[in-house]
Structures are given as structure tokens and as C-alpha cells.
């Protein structure tokens, strides 16, 4: 059960690495754009609009994964503390 949790954890990490990383290169592109040529008020605005979307969506990005990778340090330390448990029943029992 314990390793159903992990593993099914990890390709969502992944996802959101790649998700996060795809949104910083969007945001480097409008950033880019917009200290570029000279744009027109309503493409100003435009780039704008479209940069403070990124940036939320990146901070909400980094936010899933901060809680992602606390879930899979408690699910490692249960694990291992579940290992070293029967571990040690098994020694007791091994006497």
C-alpha cells in the first residue's frame, strides 16, 4: 500500500516539474516581449495580463509541489519506520 502511495506520487511530481518548468520559459518569452520593440498600449496590457497569469500559475505550480514532496517525506519515514518495526519483531522472534 505504502508503495502504491509513492509511486503514484512521483510521475505527479514530474508533471508539475515539467508544468512549472514550461510556464518560466512562457514567462522568460513575454518578459522578452514586453522589454522588447515598442507595443501598443492594448498589446502592452495583453503581455501584461498574460505574464501576471503565468506567474500565478508558476507560484501555484511550486506550491503543489512543495506539498507533494512533504507527503512523500512522511510516506518514506512511515516506511521506514514500518521496516525497522518488523524489524526488530523479527529479531525478537529470531531469540
Known amino acids: ?21 514550461q510556464c518560466r520559459r512562457d514567462l522568460e518569452v513575454v518578459n522578452s516581449r514586453l522589454c522588447g520593440v515598442e507595443l501598443s498600449s492594448e498589446a502592452r496590457r495583453s503581455l501584461e495580463k498574460e505574464k501576471s497569469s503565468l506567474m500565478n500559475k508558476a507560484s501555484n505550480y511550486e506550491k503543489e509541489l512543495k506539498l507533494l514532496r512533504q507527503e512523500n517525506r512522511k510516506n518514506m519515514l512511515l516506511s521506514v519506520a514500518i521496516f525497522l518495526l518488523l524489524t526488530v519483531i523479527y529479531a525478537y522472534w529470531a531469540l
Open 1 to 21: 500500500i505504502l508503495s502504491h502511495w509513492t509511486t503514484r506520487e512521483v510521475p505527479d511530481i514530474d508533471g508539475l516539474e515539467k508544468k512549472l518548468s
